[in-house]
T-cell receptor, first 113, second 113 residues
Framework: DAGVTQSPTHLIKTRGQQVTLRCSPK?????VSWYQQALGQGPQFIFQ???????QRGNFPDRFSGHQFPNYSSELNVNALLLGDSALYLC????????????FGPGTRLTVL | GDSVTQMEGPVTLSEEAFLTINCTYT??????LFWYVQYPGEGLQLLLK?????DKGSNKGFEATYRKETTSFHLEKGSVQVSDSAVYFC????????????FGKGTKLTVNP
């Protein structure tokens, strides 16, 4: 049973560019959440998708947007990249049921130059 | 708002030493509590969880008890190994279920042989 997968593993962009990160959830999971982890910090919640809709959002600007597809996979898009967007981006999947647990992928390391 | 406070690291121990990493939380309602572990260069792995007061989560020799009266969820292990070297994150979901995780800043543990 495959766990959560993310692509690409690493990415280097320059300021002002746009980036798309991808996530495939664990089999049987229908909810995807995205987190940003800056170096030496705990992950910060960006948003959560369920039934192809953004269900909950953290304190991130509109430059951060997402999408969920009918097969439950998800994309995170970041426009107008800033140096401060350099971080590890983590995707987590879960089943929309009470007290379920989120399972994390290995992350995408984004470097903005 | 909801928050998690972990003891500051880094923590350095010798093999077979006793480990405690303190974690306290602030939340409205009845959160679920988690410990995640992050090995170098990897994403987060769920270590253990507890969903209601007085529950004890345990896994791989690690334990933590949900203490509502002290709003704490301290991580303990009786005898650490070199392979336990990692960053440990305490986290909560505010109302349990598949909602956003709120993380502490993490505690880096190094175990020397």
């Amino acid at each position: 049973d495959a766990g959560v997968t993310q692509s690409p593993t690493h990415l280097i962009k320059t300021r002002g560019q746009q980036v798309t990160l991808r996530c495939s959830p664990k089999s049987g999971h229908d909810t995807v959440s995205w987190y940003q982890q800056a170096l030496g910090q705990g992950p910060q919640f960006i948003f959560q998708y369920y039934e192809e809709e953004e269900r909950q959002r953290g304190n991130f600007p509109d430059r951060f947007s997402g999408h969920q597809f009918p097969n439950y996979s998800s994309e995170l898009n970041v426009n107008a990249l800033l140096l401060g967007d350099s971080a590890l981006y983590l995707c987590a999947s879960s089943s929309d049921s009470y007290t379920d647990t989120q399972y994390f992928g290995p992350g995408t390391r984004l470097t903005v130059l | 708002g909801d928050s998690v406070t972990q003891m500051e690291g880094p923590v350095t121990l010798s093999e077979e030493a006793f480990l405690t990493i303190n974690c306290t939380y602030t939340a409205t309602g009845y959160p679920s509590l988690f410990w995640y572990v992050q090995y170098p260069g990897e994403g987060l792995q769920l270590l253990l969880k507890a969903t209601k007061a007085d529950d004890k989560g345990s896994n791989k020799g690690f334990e933590a008890t949900y203490r509502k009266e002290t709003t704490s969820f301290h991580l303990e292990k009786g005898s650490v190994q070199v392979s336990d070297s990692a960053v440990y994150f305490c986290a909560l979901t505010p109302q349990g279920g598949s909602e956003k995780l709120v993380f502490g800043k993490g505690t880096k543990l190094t175990v020397n042989p």
